[in-house]
Every structure is written in C-alpha cells, then in structure tokens.
T-cell receptor, first 112, second 114 residues
C-alpha cells in the first residue's frame, strides 16, 4: 500500500509496553481536539476526542490528556500491540467551524 | 453500514489537465469535507459542503472547486493541474456542521500529476 509519513518523527516501542505520543497545538482558541490513526494506504481513522473543558478522557486502551496552559496534547496507548503500528495525527478545531487543522504526525513502530 | 467511499483509488494525469474525484458520505451524514495530504504531511483542509453549498474554504486556489449533490455525495474538481497537486485526496463526512461532530474519513484518492 501507500507509504504515509516517510520523514515523520518515529516512536519505537516494544509490544506490551505503553506508548505516549505528544502533540503541540497552535491555536489557543481551539475548543476540540481529536486523535486519528492512519495506516499505510488508508484514510485517517478516529481514535478519541476531547473538549477543551476537559483535561483527560479515556477510551479502550487509549487515554488523551490535554494541557491548555502549554497547548499540549498527548495520546497514551496501553499494552501496545503490533496492530497499533501506524502514523498518529492530532487535529484541532477552533470550535467555531468544523474544519480540522492537523499536526505533522508521529509514526509508531511496535517491535516484537 | 458502508463508511465513506471514494473513487477512483488511483489516478494519473498530466500537467494542465483537469480531474474529478468523487465521494459518498457515511450513511446518515450530510456534511462533506475535502482534505489534501501531501506525502509525509498531515491532511490540509480544502473546503466543506453542506446543503449543496460550500460553507468553508481553506487556503487553496480557485482551481479547486467542488459540488455536493442532493444525495449528499460530493465531487472535488481540480483544473489546470500542477505537479504540486500530486497528493492523497481525502473526503470526510460528519453528521452535521457542528464542530464537535466526528469527521470520518474515506480511504482517499491518490492523484499523481506527471
């Protein structure tokens, strides 16, 4: 399939370890944040979202943390699996419109 | 329930030509957004359609235009193709124009301009 993110920052983790992917956003007016996962040859897949009135939200094996003071977002993946290998993007939305602004992405490589 | 579908999967054009890409939204969704993703980068917003009208537009020239049909499907047209238009074109659909409505993406159309 197509290769996405040939020159992206890469995070390598061992299977079973926890992964933390970080993202700095730019717009202090952003109200809504989303993490997407993109596998090679596919479109971005929704993982989890968080509103600006929250600082933490949990899903199945994933947790998103939001620090509005320093405009930082992180995605934590528990017990990382080979199927988690992909490029991960954070996206922000100013809340007044529904267009998303994406970050540059991080490639997650899971080693056995 | 089918997700967002796009056609064609791949397309090769030459400079100066025109191209039309197609998108069918997820069932129940009435809002369609288009994004361009260059290799190694995150998607960039092109424009968004709702009720057959362009509602928002990103920083793209007028060579990029679109249309939404009564069944909510959408087309992206690019005229006078440039080499720099080579990219993955993604369509996303959402339930409505609400900023917090999740945008679900299709698999994309890979456009190569020679």
């Amino acid at each position: 399939g197509e290769s996405v993110g040939l020159h992206l920052p890469t995070l390598s983790v061992q299977e079973g370890d926890n992964s933390i992917i970080n993202c700095a956003y730019s717009n202090s007016a952003s109200d809504y944040f989303i993490w997407y996962k993109q596998e090679s040859g596919k479109g971005p897949q929704f993982i989890i979202d968080i509103r600006s009135n929250m600082d933490k939200r949990q899903g199945q094996r994933v947790t998103v943390l939001l620090n509005k003071t320093v405009k930082h977002l992180s995605l934590q993946i528990a017990a990382t699996q080979p199927g988690d290998s992909a490029v991960y993007f954070c996206a922000e939305n100013p809340g007044t419109a529904s267009k998303l602004t994406f970050g540059t992405g991080t490639r997650l490589q899971v080693t056995l | 329930d089918a997700g967002v579908t796009q056609s064609p999967t791949h397309l090769i054009k030459t400079r100066g030509q025109q191209v039309t890409l197609r998108c069918s939204p997820k069932s129940g969704h009435d809002t369609v957004s288009w994004y361009q993703q260059a290799l190694g980068q995150g998607p960039q917003f092109i424009f968004q359609y709702y009720e057959e009208e362009e509602r928002q537009r990103g920083n793209f020239p007028d060579r990029f235009s679109g249309h939404q049909f009564p069944n909510y499907s959408s087309e992206l047209n690019v005229n006078a193709l440039l080499l720099g238009d080579s990219a993955l074109y993604l369509c996303a659909s959402s339930l409505s124009l609400q900023p917090t409505d999740t945008q679900y993406f299709g698999p994309g159309t890979r456009l190569t301009v020679l």
